[in-house]
């Protein structure tokens, strides 16, 4: 393998001749082997759009000449594009401010810039902190570069993975409505519900999830940059902030802002705990959700089993033409892992002293790996599952027929303690409900055929 030498303030280090990055990243690479967590891609391609802003912001404030910004803004939409992806090695379990990802960034960016100026036979040079860093601190540009990731990811990725499972409930709630079932609480037999009615609650259940992630991602429109090293903005014109913010608006057509705090923007997260906690919402939704098809399609001869989900594979390496709810058991194992991320990154984010909260790299690797374990599995959920989910019609009308909690419907006639007494007598002597009403004498069996008629009960 061939090499070269790099140098920083430290002094120099030896780089592998093919890699773009230069001797901060190295000394980081060489400093932190921990784990195998890289620091998500998603957060890297913020940094290149953070870059590129920054390099318009300073040449409109004619800090930078017009050959870099062109250079540096294709180097970073080359960054975005993923042609160095195999560039950016650095582990999440590194410095808290995340400042050696953001050096590799900018070693990456100049490395590719001066290629091109040099293709172009430009004699300038582009340096990876004097103008890649120009007006910045790691302090203020991971924050922002967290944002961005996050705002991108949730909008790319998990709201069109709710919408379509959202979509599939709505179909399935509108060819079910009329199906009569027995509802259930507390895992016990109660009065009728339809299934489509069912399904409507786990169609709202998203439909709320979808609404409180959106409303809470507004917060996440407000960006560190401009801040600097510890929000003063020291280095940086007072107009930065605005410029740069306002570019990446163009950029990623969302709305983002410099923030108007920045000394919050810089020791607090609180913004990205408020909307992971409405991700931790979706997950507990999803979870219900998943738990209640697994519980509906158990069986198929000794559980439930008043629905039929999709047989995907074999469920058992000994038992024979056995089928397990295996969508249900991977989407509840997902939201297992984002109640454990929301407990990480609410602590992480409780954390940091003075000026700086020195946990980023593991709330933006946490809220990342949420978003899109949530998005992978609510789209296999909906392909493998829900889509190919059907009422077993005989299970549910035999379940309905054969419950005690018809009875409720005698209230008004007979009273609570009667109709109660009609239950009991029932469940005791293992006759039907009717049978046991007639039997009590306290209705006859033109009255309990008005009486009870579950159609009636479902308030269609």
């Not at 090499?3 to 980081?28: H, M, N």
């Not at 650095?90 to 990456?108: D, F, H, I, P, R």
Request: hydrophobic share 40%.
């Amino acid at each position: 393998m061939e090499y070269r030498t790099e140098k920083d303030t430290i002094g120099e280090i030896k780089v592998l001749q093919d890699k773009y990055w230069g001797a901060q990243t190295q000394r980081s690479k060489e400093n932190f082997k921990i784990g195998n967590e890289k620091m998500p891609m998603e957060v890297i391609k913020a940094f290149a759009h953070l870059k590129k802003a920054a390099a318009f912001a300073n040449n409109q404030l004619g800090k930078l000449s017009e050959a870099k910004k062109s250079v540096i803004s294709q180097a970073c939409d080359e960054v975005m594009e993923g042609k160095f992806n195999g560039h950016f090695p650095l582990v999440v379990w590194q410095t808290g401010s995340g400042t050696q990802s953001n050096m590799n960034v900018n070693e990456v960016v100049a490395h590719r810039a001066n290629e091109l100026l040099q293709e172009q036979g430009s004699e300038e040079k582009v340096h990876p902190n004097d103008d890649i860093n120009m007006s910045q601190s790691s302090n203020d540009t991971f924050p922002t570069a967290m944002h961005v990731a996050a705002y991108e990811e949730i909008y790319k990725r998990l709201l069109p993975a709710l919408g379509q499972l959202k979509q599939t409930l709505l179909e399935k709630e509108k060819a079910y409505m009329n199906i009569i079932k027995i509802g259930r609480t507390h895992l016990q037999d109660a009065t009728p519900i339809t299934l489509g009615q069912e399904i409507s609650g786990w169609r709202a259940m998203l439909e709320k999830s979808e609404k409180m992630i959106k409303e809470s991602t507004e917060h996440l429109l407000n960006l560190a940059i401009g801040g600097t090293a510890v929000g003063t903005g020291i280095n940086a014109d007072p107009t930065f902030g605005d410029k740069v913010a306002s570019q990446i608006d163009k950029q990623t057509g969302y709305t983002f802002v410099s923030s108007d705090n920045k000394f919050h923007a810089l020791t607090s997260h609180d913004e990205i705990v408020y909307v992971h906690g409405a991700i931790k919402g979706l997950a507990a939704d999803l979870t219900k959700i998943a738990n209640d098809v697994r519980w509906l399609a158990s069986g198929p001869r000794s559980g439930i089993g008043e629905i039929s989900i999709p047989a995907n594979e074999p469920g058992s390496s000994i038992m024979p033409g056995k089928v397990n709810p295996t969508q249900s058991e991977a989407l509840t194992m997902v939201a297992v892992q984002v109640f454990g991320n929301d407990a990480a990154i609410g602590f992480a984010a409780s954390q940091g002293n003075f000026e700086l909260n020195v946990y980023k790299p593991v709330i933006i690797y946490n809220f990342l790996q949420s978003v899109h374990l949530l998005a992978d599995s609510m789209l296999s959920f909906d392909e493998k599952c829900v889509q190919g989910l059907e009422p077993n019609k005989e299970v549910i009308a035999e379940n309905v027929n054969r419950s005690l909690m018809l009875v409720t419907a005698l209230n008004p006639h007979i009273g609570y303690e009667k109709a109660a007494e009609i239950a009991k007598l029932a469940f005791n002597d293992g006759s039907t409900l009717k049978e046991a009403a007639i039997k009590t004498g306290y209705l006859t069996e033109e009255q309990y055929d008005e009486w009870i008629n579950p159609s009636k009960m479902v308030n269609l």
